[in-house]
């Protein structure tokens, strides 16, 4: 046991509980009504709501039901008026048998709080059965030789009735021999003796009949009678006489059937037949003659049928001993059932609240009751549940259980408990019960929608159809049904200038992203904006989550050449000098791409040409170099096409023509290159030309005058820096020439103009280019070309 012990702590404690609460409740008067048997269903019995001092509303508020010990429905509570209504018709003698006071228990339960009072039904009797004799008609033999008041037992009646209603007294008709005592058990019950009155005469009347009349107590009484033949027998000396008067023995309820209760032994000191004794049970109720079985020649009582402790507890029996001659002796037997632990405890269960809500402390999952029908230790329980849950049992009354949560329980960690109650009695073998209660969790909504990402990066290619799907949010939510289902929005912008509404739209139910209209790149690169995803739970929860659009560039956009300008109305020339060695820059074709990336990386390529092989071009720079040393034969004016083409898929180009004109020293008149056929309109070109040449050469008069200045300079400057050429800042501002970096070019070209010093013509010399950082410009920006 001490083993055993340790293995069950919990129980012990829930035990002694239960027993302090016992203790408690001893003192606790239960509240006792009264109804006849056999009223009709339906009939008032009280009123409980007026008993207990609550008002009808409150009864049905707190869940009032009526439970019974033995769980029938024969009690209904009616919850709008708190009348206690018969829900059957009573039969007492069914419901108590022989038990005179025949009482109902039951219990009355509340919740919020809980409450138990505990109650009593008396069934009163009435006078509904009548007195019966197990036969019909006795056989008495009576030696002639009895003397007066000579008392000879006779079977007793049987009624079903209790009380006053049962049997309370014996008669016979008048005669003048016998005459009926009524006698009482130990038990309370009636039972007959015939008293001889007068000495009979077998020679004078060998036979008697008698009437025996059984009448109970009841209004108006019954009555019940049995015929007694009484045969007067000539001498028998002695009669059989028992070992013992009494006879107690105790039989374990689980003795199997067949098996030996009690052996009885009589003798009789007569010989022949007066000395043949045979046994037989003197009276037999019913319940005795289908348990028990009397051997008629040996005395041996066997068991016919299964005992069971909690139905019956004690038989007596009276059994006879005959001999031939007609004599008998008269014993006693009583058994006494023994309790053995052959009953498992019961749980009942009186209410189950599932689903709970997730998050509620200490909430109240199940309201039962615990029941052992044996007795004594038997009948002990201790009643406890697995170790594993977040779950316990508190005691309440009359052997009642909560089974209560321990802590608030989280639905998404898990939702549904598989409780075992076991219910374990301390009878030897230990008998117990179990018994499953699933708990759903029900779902609160304690968990905002998360995101898979922090923030979303899509990218669109440029040029996209409307409605295109871009791309998509998603988010998850641990809580379930209305609470999990998730509607995606965009949040307003924080830019409050980027026009997010006419950009992107989003499906409220699967987070899909779509573009309302075309992109552009070359307007916009990229935008960010936050998308919330909100449940359907009360109240709502959100998160929000960062979306970032990329917009990929695609060729779209062919060069643009800035330099030279095409959309002047007279075209631009440039002068070379025919002394320009081999590599001398000529010009610089300069090409912008409002593409970016690859489409916007420029390549140059020299189409036409007037004279093939004197110019050559760079293909990543755009610049236009002589490819060898200029002499006299060649033409003196130029005609290249230059093509400027992107790294696109496909590729887009330009076209830009130059026009270059060969001269001495600046000096030698602009004439146009001779054509097929002069005509007319070479005659005005010709024209044009020398009007260009005039100015030309005026500008350079001015322009020499100038030089000459700075070349004065120069030379006190390089007597005392030692330079070869530097010109004071401000004398002559524009003596740098810039080409801005454009398209793919990475720097910004400067050329250093000087005049040469020791040449008598003064001609311009061009030195390296003078090559300087340049801010780092956002080479995706889109120009703004000149409409």
Known sequence: MEARGECFPKQRQVLILLLLLGVAMAGW????????????????????????????GELSARGARVVSEDNGPRLQLDLQTGELILSEKLDREELCGPTELCVMHFQ???????????AELLVRDINDHSPEFSEREMILKILETNPPGTVFPLKKAQDLDVGNNNIQNYNIGLNSYFHVSTRTRG?????????????????????????????????????????????????????????????EVQVPENSPVGSLVVKVSARD????????????????????????????????????KKLDFETISTYELDIEASDGGGLSGKCSVIIKVLDVNDNAPELTISSLTSPIPENSPKTEVALFRIRDRDSGENGKMVCSIQDNVPFTLKPSVENFYWLITEEALDRENRAEYNIIITVTDLGTPRMKTEQNITVLISDVNDNAPAFTQTSYTLFVQENNSPALHIGSVSATDRDSGTNAQITYSLLPPQDPHLPLNSLVSINTDNGHLFALRSLDYEALQAFEFRVGATDRGSPALSSEALVRVVVVDDNDNSPFVLYPLQNSSAPCTELVPRAAEAGYLVTKV??????????????????????????????????????????????????????????????????VTLHVLLVDGFSQPYLPLPEAAPDQAQADSLTVYLVIALASVSSLFLFSVLL?????????????????????????????????????????????????????S??????????????????????????
């Not at 009448?215 to 009669?239: E, F, H, M």
């Open 29 to 56: 008067e239960p509240r006792r009504y009264s109804v006849v048997e056999e009223t009709e269903s339906g009939s008032f019995v009280a009123n409980l709501a007026k008993d207990l001092g609550l008002g009808v």
């Open 108 to 118: 009355v339960l509340l919740k919020k709080p809980m409450e138990v009072f505990r």
């Open 269 to 304: 000191l007569d010989t022949g037949t007066n000395g043949e004794i045979s046994y037989s049970l003197f009276y037999s109720s019913q319940e005795i003659s289908k348990t028990f079985e009397l051997s008629s020649l040996s005395g041996e009582i066997r068991l016919i």
């Open 708 to 760: 000459f200045v700075a070349v004065r300079l120069c030379r006190r400057k390089r007597a005392a820096l030692g330079g070869p050429c530097s010109v004071p800042e401000g004398h002559f501002p524009g003596h740098l020439v810039d080409v801005s970096g454009t398209g793919t070019l990475s720097q910004s070209y400067q050329y250093e103009v000087c005049l040469t010093g020791d040449t008598e």
């Open 590 to 655: 300069v090409a912008v791409d409002g593409d970016s990336g690859q489409n916007a990386w420029l390549s140059f390529q020299l189409l036409k040409a007037t004279e093939p092989g004197l110019f050559s071009l760079w293909a990543h720079n755009g610049e236009v170099r002589t490819a060898r040393p200029l002499s006299e034969r060649d033409a003196a004016k130029h005609r290249l096409v230059v093509l400027v083409k992107d790294n696109g898929e496909p590729p887009l180009s330009a076209t």
């Open 187 to 247: 038990d309370g019950s009636k039972y007959p003796e015939l008293v001889l009155d007068k000495e009979l005469d077998r020679e004078e009347q060998a036979e008697l009949r008698l009437t025996l009349t059984a009448l109970d107590g009841g209004y108006p009484p019954r009555s019940g009678t049995s015929q007694i033949r009484i045969l007067i027998l000539d001498v028998n000396d002695n009669a059989p006489e028992f070992a013992q008067t009494l006879y």
């Open 762 to 787: 003064n001609e311009f010399k061009f030195l390296k280019p003078i090559f300087h950082n340049i801010l780092d410009q956002d080479s995706r920006r889109k120009p703004e070309f000149p409409e």
